[in-house]
């Protein structure tokens, strides 16, 4: 079943700061009795202001499924994968295809509205809001999913008493989520497209240089040489050379030095890595030349700045 359209504006201005995604998700579960998470389909950047930034390898506002329905189903091995592969690549695809607020029966029997977000053709996520109870199962589809939850390693008895304290997925209140919702998911696409937008034009004022520096940071562990990175900016070795000493007030190979210095230094008071390793995440194939080198520039042997700066 597929839910109308709710009249989304194409505006790229995000609300006024003090705006939190998150808060306003927490707001909308205490408000409707639903659950309500997001999940990330791509790069979706930072769309609050007052929170932390995520940790590296998560986005700001992913929540996972809460209740607990949900967090009992995700309690073996065969649940999580299974739970996995329904929110990840099927619902996702579902969402994305659609384009729209949907219907969606999750591989558990649940019913849920799946809500894109998404701007200027790119599907950034996906609003989840339900984790309802079906209504009106039959006993046959009872059945089937009874054995479904045994196969997944449940006690069919215990899933289907907490499956029958979820809220029913009465017609008029699914809409009315996706309504709601619908309105986070524009807030949301805003934001991305507003950011994209931003991050498209300062990379239009990045000179040469810039980009030079950031090949530098994303390729360290590699044997960098000025040529290379002069044709992946698009300039003779020459040029970059000289605008490298005009922009920096140092040579391209000073500063490459310098940069892996600066890494293995900060690998070397963070993790455990052995040396050899260390050198080789900076672009050094022989751990003693690597080490006569840090040893120059710092003072110090690798294993000695480590004693004296290692956190604890």
């Not at 597929?2 to 504006?9: C, T, V, W």
């Not at 009795?33 to 995520?54: C, D, K, L, T, Y």
């Not at 960098?224 to 000493?245: K, Q, Y």
């Not at 900060?266 to 840090?294: H, K, Q, W």
Request: aromatic content about 6%; glycine content about 6%.
């Amino acid at each position: 079943m597929e839910i109308a359209q709710n009249g989304m504006s194409t505006a790229t201005q995000p609300p006024t700061p003090g705006f939190s995604f998150q808060q306003a998700i927490l707001d909308l579960e205490r408000l409707t009795g639903f659950g309500v998470s997001f999940h990330n389909h791509g790069q979706m950047p930072r769309i609050s202001w007052q929170e932390q930034p995520a940790k590296r390898g998560q986005y700001e506002g992913s929540r996972n499924h809460l209740s607990d329905y949900c967090e009992t189903m995700k309690s073996t091995p065969a649940g999580t994968a299974a739970c996995l592969a329904c929110d990840s690549t099927r619902a996702h695809e579902k969402a994305g295809n659609a384009g729209r607020p949907c219907i969606w029966r999750c591989h558990a029997g649940l019913t849920e509205v799946l809500i894109p977000v998404a701007a200027d053709g790119r599907h950034y996520g996906t609003l989840f809001a339900g984790q309802a109870r079906t209504p009106d199962l039959s006993e046959r589809e009872l059945e089937r999913l009874r054995k479904r939850w045994a196969k997944l390693g449940h006690d069919p008895k215990r899933i289907e008493r907490l499956m029958n304290a979820l809220p029913l997925a009465e017609p008029e209140r699914m809409q009315a989520l996706a309504r709601t919702a619908g309105m986070l998911a524009e807030y949301a696409a805003s934001r991305a497209r507003a950011q994209t937008i931003a991050r498209a034009q300062a990379a239009e004022k990045r000179t040469p240089v810039d980009r030079a520096l950031s090949l530098m940071l994303e390729h360290l562990a590699e044997p960098l040489s000025l040529e290379e990175i002069a044709e992946r900016v698009h300039l003779s070795p020459s040029r970059l050379s000289h605008l490298f000493t005009q922009q920096e007030g140092e040579s391209f190979r000073d500063r490459l030095l310098q940069m892996r210095i600066e890494r293995a230094k900060e690998l070397l008071s963070t993790t455990p890595l052995p040396v050899g390793e260390v050198a080789r995440r900076v672009g050094y194939t022989d751990p003693n030349f690597f080490s006569r080198i840090f040893h120059e520039k710092t003072g110090l042997a690798p294993r000695e700045h480590r004693r004296r700066y290692a956190q604890a």
